[in-house]
T-cell receptor, first 114, second 113 residues
Framework: AQSVTQLDSQVPVFEEAPVELRCNYS??????LFWYVQYPNQGLQLLLK??????LVKGINGFEAEFNKSQTSFHLRKPSVHISDTAEYFC????????????FGQGTTLQVKP | SQTIHQWPATLVQPVGSPLSLECTVE??????LYWYRQAAGRGLQLLFY??????ISSEVPQNLSASRPQDRQFILSSKKLLLSDSGFYLC????????????FGQGTRLTVV
């Protein structure tokens, strides 16, 4: 079975500061890894994904994530955050199976303060 | 391009009333379809998924059911709502076996009173 743990439920940070949102996963098979962002009362938007190859993945809005197989982690980073980055962020794990289920973490609320 | 429609956006229903939430996908065929529920502070919980018409898999036992009467239509239902059914419901789709990420609708905020 697959599972995802997001280690921080809330992360407060000042504008223009760097941020890291942590994600650890568990899986017995090769995985795909994703980060999604959710703004209030909206659906989820894909930020970035890791399928294979380079362990450093760049996404939209200046975000990037690094896949670390030995530590089973996929942490999300941004060097300088903006007020508009305030949202909830979800890490998810999936596989290439036909069902294509994505298993999500509990979410991390990023609060960017002026 | 592919789009996903989910309605209604908000819904307030009394305890014991029925529920029907609908999701449709455009611009693709034979998608995998999913219903997730998001309760406050509890992340996204996969409720049902479907890999084809009439094929429904339930992930957790609950008061809800799902149906897929057409290739690109996915319906979430309940005969009698409970207070614990309140939450934000999200429909999602994913392409065939070679696909990777899922794409989400805008969600339905259900409040059971």
């Amino acid at each position: 079975a697959q599972s995802v743990t997001q280690l921080d439920s809330q992360v407060p940070v000042f504008e223009e500061a760097p941020v890291e949102l942590r994600c650890n996963y568990s899986s017995s098979v090769s995985v795909y890894l994703f980060w999604y962002v959710q703004y209030p009362n909206q659906g989820l938007q894909l930020l970035l994904k890791y399928l294979s190859g380079s362990t450093l993945v760049k996404g939209i809005n200046g975000f990037e994530a690094e896949f670390n197989k030995s530590q089973t982690s996929f942490h999300l980073r941004k060097p300088s955050v903006h007020i508009s980055d305030t949202a909830e962020y979800f890490c998810a794990v999936g596989s290439s199976s036909n069902t294509g289920k994505l298993i999500f973490g509990q979410g991390t609320t990023l609060q960017v303060k002026p | 391009s592919q789009t996903i429609h989910q309605w209604p956006a908000t819904l307030v229903q009394p305890v014991g009333s029925p529920l029907s939430l609908e999701c449709t996908v455009e611009g693709t065929s034979n998608p995998n379809l999913y219903w997730y529920r998001q309760a406050a502070g509890r992340g996204l919980q996969l409720l049902f998924y479907s890999v084809g018409i009439g094929q429904i898999s339930s992930e957790v036992p609950q008061n809800l059911s799902a149906s897929r009467p057409q290739d690109r239509q996915f319906i979430l239902s309940s005969k009698k709502l409970l207070l614990s059914d309140s939450g934000f419901y999200l429909c999602a789709w994913r392409g065939g076996q070679a696909a990777t990420e899922a794409f989400f609708g805008q969600g339905t905020r259900l409040t059971v009173v």
